[in-house]
Structure formats: structure tokens, C-alpha cells
């Protein structure tokens, strides 16, 4: 109940702030996703070679953001850790109006996510969806430190936040039992994409029927924090992921809410 009472606040405050409407009735051309992608690419490229050309960042394009619609420009959704080593723009040489970001500790997909990655994608209009995650993560170190028995105490709203990223690190030691501790983080910490790309088709219909499609690419990916280069995992997992999921008869089914939400 808690979860659909945020979601349908975080709705109320992009339909006041932003408008679906004018977002959704874009009429411009974006590039196709594959293309997108390597725009991503190559913006991380120039990142580690310390060349980036920080496009859109000057007066002329704050001026836009305040008069135009960001649906005309945005070009990627990004969902990304909060951790402040990952700073989603700057690591793909991007601007403002650029990336439409989804950040959360662990970069999982619950309801809320789920809601604001449709809202990036089907609103904004957004060809293409990255699943960001990042080396040392402190949500997956934490939850492997959990289930092996060497936890902590967390604060009440932690636990909740970061269960989505339980069955990925029990899948990397299913993996890897021969990993343990700081070993199997890693693992873990990959798999925990794969969960995030799992959760957000599990939940919406909408972004699944995108991917099907071909009108958007959803892709995962691993940034280092101590390189600034993104690795950008197979994409063939996402197409497995996607038909298992369709397989799945607890899948959610219909793709938009329910009259008067």
C-alpha cells in the first residue's frame, strides 16, 4: 500500500511539473537505439580520455530547459546508483536535457523506479534504457555481508530498499560457491543488473511491449569508479531475460493504471 501511494504521488508530480501530455505528443526524430548507444559509448570513451567537450551545458541550453520540452532532447534513460562516484552525465559526456536519470542506492527496480523508468522511456521518449551498475557498490557489498552472517544493524527504510538485490547475490554463490566475502561481490554485483533488468519487465508491461517492438533497447552495463570506463554487459542476456519473463505467469499484465490513478 505504501509503495502504491508513492508511485501515485510520484505520477501527481510529473503530470503537475512536466505535463504527460505535451511530453508524450513529441514530434521529433531521435536517432534509432543502436546509434543511441553509440553515442553513450563513445561519450565515455572521451570521458577516460580526459576529452570530454561537456556539450549543453552553457546558458543557451539552461534557457531551453526553462521554454522547450525535454522529450525533444532527452535521448537515454539511465537508472544508476546513488553512489556519488557515479556521476551519470559527466561519465557520457552528456548535458543537460540529455539523460533522463533514475537514482537509487543499489540501482534497484521497485514500483517507483519501474514508475519513473516508463515515465523516461514512454513520456520523455527515450530509445534507450541503461541498467548502470558499478564497482564497490556499497548495496550489494552490505546485502553479500547480510546473508553470509556478518551484517549490521541498518536503519528501518534500509532493509526494504535494498531486498531486491538479495536473490542476485544468491545467484552468485550459486555461481561461484567457490567465492565468499569481498570475492563474490563482484559477481554479485553483476548479477544485480540482471536482477534490475528482471524486476523493471516483471513490472511493466509497457517498457516490455517497447523492447518487443524494436522501438527501444534496454541494455546493461558496469562502470568502474576507480577507471571512469563503462563495460557494457551482453546484450543477448537482456533478449533471455525478456523471453523468461514473458514465460512468467506472475508477470504484471496490464500495461497502463487503473482508471482514476
Avoid at 7 to 26: D, H, M, P, Y
Avoid at 173 to 199: F, L, R, S, T
Avoid at 239 to 253: D, T
Wanted: net charge neutral.
Amino acid at each position: 500500500m505504501k509503495k502504491m501511494i508513492r508511485t501515485f504521488a510520484l505520477a501527481c508530480c510529473f503530470l503537475a511539473v512536466t505535463g504527460v501530455q505535451s511530453q508524450a505528443n513529441s514530434s521529433v526524430q531521435k536517432p534509432a537505439p543502436a546509434e543511441i548507444v553509440k553515442m553513450l559509448q563513445e561519450g565515455n570513451s572521451r570521458f577516460v580520455a580526459n576529452k570530454s567537450t561537456n556539450p549543453n551545458t552553457d546558458t543557451k541550453r539552461l534557457i531551453q530547459a526553462g521554454k522547450e520540452n525535454q522529450g525533444d532532447y532527452a535521448y537515454a534513460t539511465v537508472i544508476s546508483c546513488s553512489d556519488s562516484r557515479v556521476p551519470v552525465e559527466r561519465i557520457f559526456d552528456a548535458g543537460v536535457m540529455d539523460i533522463f536519470v533514475v537514482r537509487v542506492a543499489g540501482n534497484v527496480v521497485d514500483v517507483d523506479e519501474a514508475g519513473s523508468i516508463e515515465y523516461g522511456m514512454l513520456h520523455v521518449n527515450t530509445p534507450v534504457l541503461v541498467v548502470l551498475g558499478h564497482t564497490q557498490c556499497g548495496a550489494v557489498t552490505a546485502v553479500t555481508a547480510a546473508i553470509e552472517g556478518h551484517g549490521h544493524a541498518l536503519e528501518r527504510n534500509i532493509p526494504p530498499l535494498v531486498d531486491n538485490i538479495e536473490p542476485a547475490v544468491k545467484q552468485a554463490m550459486a555461481m561461484h560457491p567457490d567465492k565468499h566475502g569481498k570475492d563474490v561481490v563482484p559477481y554479485a554485483i553483476e548479477e544485480n543488473v540482471w536482477q534490475g533488468i528482471d524486476d523493471l519487465f516483471m513490472k511493466s508491461p509497457a517498457v516490455r511491449e517497447q523492447v518487443k517492438s524494436g522501438k527501444a533497447k534496454v541494455v546493461g552495463a558496469m562502470y568502474d569508479v576507480g577507471t571512469g570506463k563503462v563495460e557494457w554487459l551482453p546484450e543477448a542476456k537482456v533478449s533471455e531475460i525478456l523471453k523468461k519473463v514473458e514465460q512468467n505467469p506472475a508477470r504484471a499484465i496490464d500495461a497502463m493504471a487503473k482508471s482514476g490513478h
